[in-house]
Nanobody, 118 residues
Framework: QVQLVESGGGLVKPGGSLTLTCAAD????????MYWYRQGSGKEREFLGI????????NYADSVKGRFTISSDDAKATMYLQMNSLKPGDTAVYYC???????????WGRGTQVTVSS
């Protein structure tokens, strides 16, 4: 059974930084496309970025490009989201998602809350 667990959320002041972690269990992590999404209150879930397997690189939504960085550690089956220059509009529940292309399976974590407020 695949589990994705996000952690690292919390309260941060505008302009601050935060790093989120997505730990995967039971997943062929090194073969998976890994994503970060977020959902603000009353808003649709928003794609933030993806890190592709086998060193195929990353892509980001325009809304976070230059401020957020996705990285991963295959040995730890863990993905990270480094968030800098945070704004109140970044307040949301942040989710990780995995797509294992070989079997076309999608998995979601339960999310971690990030609140940006003074």
């Amino acid at each position: 059974q695949v589990q994705l667990v996000e952690s690292g959320g919390g309260l941060v002041k505008p302009g601050g930084s935060l790093t989120l972690t997505c730990a995967a269990d039971g997943l062929a992590f090194s073969s998976s496309h890994m994503y970060w999404y977020r959902q603000g209150s009353g808003k649709e879930r928003e794609f933030l970025g993806i890190i592709n397997p086998a060193g195929e690189g990353t892509n980001y939504a325009d809304s976070v490009k230059g401020r957020f960085t996705i990285s991963s550690d295959d040995a730890k089956a863990t993905m990270y989201l480094q968030m800098n220059s945070l704004k109140p509009g970044d307040t949301a529940v942040y989710y990780c998602r995995a797509w294992l292309e070989s079997i076309n399976s999608l998995y979601w974590g339960r999310g971690t809350q990030v609140t940006v407020s003074s």
